[in-house]
C-alpha cells in the first residue's frame, strides 16, 4: 500500500488549494479514504472522510462549509479542495485508509497559510 500526498504550499489566507493523494497497491476503489492534519505542538486531526464509492462525506466542523473532500476511483486517487483558508489551518496534511484494521498513512503535504 503506498499513499503519495501532493499539491500543498504557501497561500495567503483566503486563498485556496487543492490536494491530491495517489493510492496504490489496494483496490482503492473498496475503501473509505480520509484526510488528517497535524498542526506543530498539537494533536492528529480528522479534517474529512470520503466512504469508497464517494456517496457519503464527513467534515470536522473547523472546516465544514470551506473544504470539499473527493474521490476518483478511475484515477485512484483522492482530493481535498481547500477554499477560505485561515493560519489555523496550517498543518501537514496526510492521507489514509484503513484495510482490515490496519491503519496506512502517506507522508504528507504542508500547508501553510500566511501573509
Known amino acids: 500500500v503506498q499513499l503519495v500526498e501532493s499539491g500543498g504550499g504557501l497561500v495567503q489566507p483566503g486563498g485556496s488549494l487543492r490536494l491530491s493523494c495517489a493510492a496504490s497497491g489496494f483496490t482503492f476503489s473498496s475503501y473509505s479514504m480520509s484526510w488528517y492534519r497535524q498542526a506543530p505542538g498539537k494533536e492528529r486531526e480528522l479534517v474529512a472522510v470520503?466512504?469508497?464509492?464517494?456517496?457519503?462525506?464527513n467534515y470536522a466542523d473547523s472546516v465544514k462549509g470551506r473544504f470539499t473532500i473527493s474521490r476518483d476511483n478511475a484515477k485512484n486517487t483522492v482530493y481535498l479542495e481547500m477554499n477560505s483558508l485561515k493560519p489555523e489551518d496550517t498543518a501537514v496534511y496526510t492521507c489514509?485508509?484503513?484495510?482490515?484494521?490496519?491503519?496506512?498513512w502517506g507522508q504528507g503535504t504542508q500547508v501553510t497559510v500566511s501573509s
Open positions: 489514509n485508509t484503513n484495510i482490515f484494521g490496519r491503519r496506512y
Open positions: 470520503i466512504t469508497s464509492a464517494g456517496g457519503s462525506t
